[in-house]
């Protein structure tokens, strides 16, 4: 970029940080900055989701299938995909942080360790509202203090569910939960909440948990309908120097010493891909050819129980979860993974006309649940980039005999407390991925250092799913929000130092 072009306006606003994008890792990472005084600027590509609930008998939530009808689908929002998560927030899990043998490979040791990322996960359960317990759950790693709030009830179909399975000798936990749940609290455990916009705001989504309080403090700034275009660095390329956006059809740069990419998996690493320089021609952070390479997540697979011949009514389902299996079996040499209830979702929707009814039939017949297990990542699994377009992807390794031994004991433990589970044996989805920008303290394997600082370039940062080495088997999102938090303060803390010495110099 010829930073001398005429078309390109100089932004003389003054920011210590600017933060691209406004998903989990954006947003919480602007909180954190945001209470210690420091100046930030949210780049935000998306648009605010406001769909109007005209009258108070209309549901609660808007199913994330029919938002995407009115949008194309490049659409982005503020939030990002929060706005549609069933806010699960677990923490992983001790042994995630540790390289650990699977069926078909190793999932990497990470930088940290999980007492490294305790407070923070303490931290980012407070912010986000976590309603959980850690009865029932052996994989549960050790809390310094309990869940900030009890575990959601039951709905009383799935209390009965709930007491069947205990009953038959498997252990079932509550799944940890962000809502804003209680007395004087806006959630009314409605039935369109998993895969739904919450138009109550009682969902503990990134833009409500974490953007708004930083947009109240006064010191951070939002910029919608923009695109970073790239992220600029000094002449010699060991420092960052600022941002190229486009906002309205006008190019324009806003300096910052700071600037911290949470764009996903795949938008940061596109991000840095197309930000590459003569000192940086491959992009930055990817002087060891790491960048989009790494990709990890969860395969998943789900079933449905049958609840009888009577419609299952709309409530809140999503509350429990048998993880006994997350470290494997005794009839099983590997890690297993993670069963859990989802909540209700009109799915049948989405099918082809031809079958919809017969899916729907099943889908009011039944309750939807899921098996996870790890997917895990290889120097080959990521993205294939042909200059800066992304033409390809190689999808994280599935450990297939593993994936399809956690169904067969879902489908059992089902079973053997008295419901027949629907479940086709298909090959698993590829969900909640991570890495393309993975954090390790080796430059050679790894984009960014354990602070989430891109090696050899000071000042940029990356906080968002792209950093975690690996995905475990649970729910990623907490474990995003808590990164965040503590790349908040390792920014906060230099800059202090910063500050400090400009002014005595």
């Known amino acids: 970029m010829n ?156 209390s009965k569910l709930v007491r069947r399975i205990e009953q038959s000798g498997t ?70 120097s600022g941002v190229l956006l486009r906002h309205q059809g006008v190019e324009q740069v806003i300096h910052a010493d700071i600037v911290a990419v949470c764009a996903g998996v795949t938008g940061s690493a596109s991000l840095l891909r197309r930000s590459r320089t003569s000192k940086h021609p491959e992009g930055l952070g990817n002087a060891t050819g790491c960048l989009g390479r790494y990709l990890a997540g969860h395969s998943a697979g789900v079933f449905f129980p049958f609840m009888g011949f009577r419609k299952v009514p709309p409530m809140h389902t999503k509350t429990f979860a048998i993880n006994g299996y997350y470290n494997g079996a005794p009839e099983w040499p590997y890690p297993l993974g993670v069963i859990q209830i989802a909540g209700q979702m009109p799915y049948w929707e989405a099918a082809a ?67 027949l589970a629907l479940a086709r044996r298909r090959p698993p989805h590829v969900w909640h991925k991570v890495g393309t920008a993975r954090f390790g303290a080796d430059p050679a394997t790894s984009v960014v250092d354990q602070n989430c600082q891109v090696h050899g370039i000071q000042g940029l940062f990356v906080a968002d799913a792209s950093v975690l080495p690996s995905a475990g088997a649970v729910n990623t999102a907490l474990t995003i929000i808590a990164l965040a938090l503590r790349a908040g303060d390792h920014i906060s803390r230099n800059l202090s130092l910063t500050l400090a010495k400009n002014s005595t110099a």
């Not at 932004?11 to 933060?19: A, F, G, K, L, M």
């Not at 309603?131 to 709905?155: C, K, L, M, N, V």
């Not at 009011?364 to 895990?376: K, P």
Request: proline share 6%; net charge negative.
């Open 353 to 419: 006309r031809l079958v919809r009814p017969l899916v729907h039939l099943v889908g009011t017949h039944t309750l939807m649940c899921f098996y996870m297990t790890e997917a895990l990542p290889t120097h080959d699994t990521g993205l294939i980039f042909n200059g800066d377009e992304i033409v390809s992807r190689i999808l994280p390794v599935h450990n297939l005999e593993t994936f399809f031994k956690l169904r067969d004991l879902a489908i059992d433990i089902f079973r053997r407390a008295g419901y």
């Open 171 to 240: 252990r079932v936990s509550a799944i940890p939960r962000g809502l804003d749940y209680g007395l004087e609290g806006k959630c009314v455990l409605c039935s369109t909440c998993d895969g739904h916009y919450c138009q109550l705001d009682a969902k503990m989504d990134a833009e409500i948990a974490a953007l708004r309080p930083s947009l109240a403090t006064g010191n951070v700034q939002l910029m919608t309908e923009t695109d970073c275009l790239q992220v600029l660095t000094t002449s010699d390329g060991l420092r960052v």
């Open 3 to 158: 930073q001398s072009d005429t078309n390109v306006k100089e932004n003389r606003q003054s920011y210590d940080v600017i933060v691209i994008g406004s998903g989990a890792g954006g947003s919480t990472l602007a909180y954190q900055l945001s209470r210690f005084g420091i100046r930030v600027l949210i780049i935000e590509r998306g648009i605010f989701l406001r769909p109007e609930r005209p009258n108070t008998s209309d549901p609660v939530g808007r199913y994330m299938y029919h938002i995407a009808k009115n949008h194309d689908e490049t659409s982005f929002f503020v939030g990002g995909e929060t706005k549609f998560y069933g806010s699960a927030l677990y923490r992983m899990r001790e042994s995630d942080f540790n390289a650990v043998e699977h069926e078909n490979g190793v999932s990497p040791a990470w930088p940290i360790t999980y007492s490294d990322l305790e407070p923070y996960y303490e931290r980012a359960e407070a912010l986000y509202r976590v309603h959980g317990s850690t009865d029932g759950d052996t994989s549960e790693p050790p809390h310094a203090r309990p869940f900030p709030y009890p575990p959601i009830e039951h709905a009383p179909i799935v």
